[in-house]
């Protein structure tokens, strides 16, 4: 609805500020129709977020954005509506509104989520591809994050054994990142599904990324490292979001003088499955 898009983009609320309201008022309808002394007592927030509430600063812009989404075949799923995945509302910090293009029904599957370094070599392509493929032919559905390398390479793998995937993005959903995924984009959303936080339109920055990750592994029972170097990596992020969440950690091993498969060998003598 409006309100759920309209939590979102109300200024001052941010993601754990909407999990806190939602879980005192039960949902966007029940923050908007509360009075400014309900928002002081029972929410403790702030006199400028409660004005920021009262007077909808938010719908406009929500307004804007449902109308986008319905002439772009986009949807848009709060977390109080039953297509929401039920494992990702189960992480402290989940989105209240997630933006899909495909297949909504595809997140009901169980799902496993495959990450690894944008610069893999041959052998970490090799595993993911072999990997996912094996994981969608026993009807398991394949996340990942659309990215060059180890990513592109799962959900590739799970396409060629006929399965179904999942590439949350860190940019909006009209947003092609990196521009030659574009074709990966099209076959992902055919049968399974395109989702972000992020509303159309937005920019893929690199702070984004970090935080979508926590959202990957939130969907999942369990997260696979292919190749991660020990330095800046994404992937240990998401391993490590994934350990936060009670979920399970795999990894990949790799040569002991390969650097992209430092922070796998690291995973796997710190206790991750093999």
């Given at each position: ?9 109300t ?6 500020g ?7 008022f ?15 007592m029972?929410?403790?927030l ?14 406009a ?14 949807s ?9 995945p ?11 509104v ?36 094996g ?14 390398g180890?990513d592109?390479?799962a959900?590739r793998?799970?396409?060629r054994a006929?399965?179904v ?6 940019n ?8 030659e995924?574009?074709?990966?984009y ?26 979508r ?15 991660a ?22 990894a990949v ?12 060998n690291r995973?796997?003598a710190?206790?991750?499955?093999l």
């Amino acid at each position: 609805t409006i309100e759920d898009i309209a939590l979102q983009m109300t200024p001052g609320i941010g993601v754990k500020g909407a999990v806190h309201l939602l879980g005192i008022f039960g949902d966007a309808r029940g923050i908007f129709a509360a009075a400014p002394e309900e928002l002081a007592m029972k929410a403790a927030l702030r006199e400028d977020i409660i004005r920021n509430i009262v007077h909808r600063k938010g719908f406009a812009a929500a307004e804007k954005e449902l109308g986008y989404c319905r002439r772009n075949s986009i949807s848009a799923i709060a977390s109080t509506d039953p297509e929401f995945p039920a494992l990702l509302r189960e992480i402290p910090d989940y989105p209240h509104v997630l933006y899909l293009k495909g297949n909504a029904a595809a997140l009901s599957a169980r799902c496993v989520a495959m990450v690894g370094t944008r610069a893999c070599t041959p052998y970490g392509t090799q595993s993911a591809e072999k990997i996912a493929y094996g994981l969608a032919k026993q009807g398991a559905l394949v996340v990942s994050g659309a990215a060059r390398g180890i990513d592109s390479a799962a959900h590739r793998g799970a396409l060629r054994a006929g399965g179904v995937t999942v590439a949350v993005l860190g940019n909006g959903l009209d947003v092609v990142y990196p521009e030659e995924n574009a074709g990966l984009y099209r076959d992902i959303a055919a049968t399974g599904a395109l989702l972000s936080e992020y509303p159309p339109g937005t920019a893929a920055e690199g702070w984004h990324f970090p935080i979508r990750n926590r959202i990957i592994s939130g969907l999942c029972l369990a997260t696979v490292v292919v190749e991660a170097p020990l330095e800046r990596s994404g992937a240990l992020i998401t391993a490590n979001t994934a350990l936060e969440q009670g979920r399970d950690v795999f990894a990949v091993p790799g040569p002991i003088d390969a650097s992209a498969s430092r922070g796998c060998n690291r995973l796997i003598a710190d206790g991750a499955g093999l």
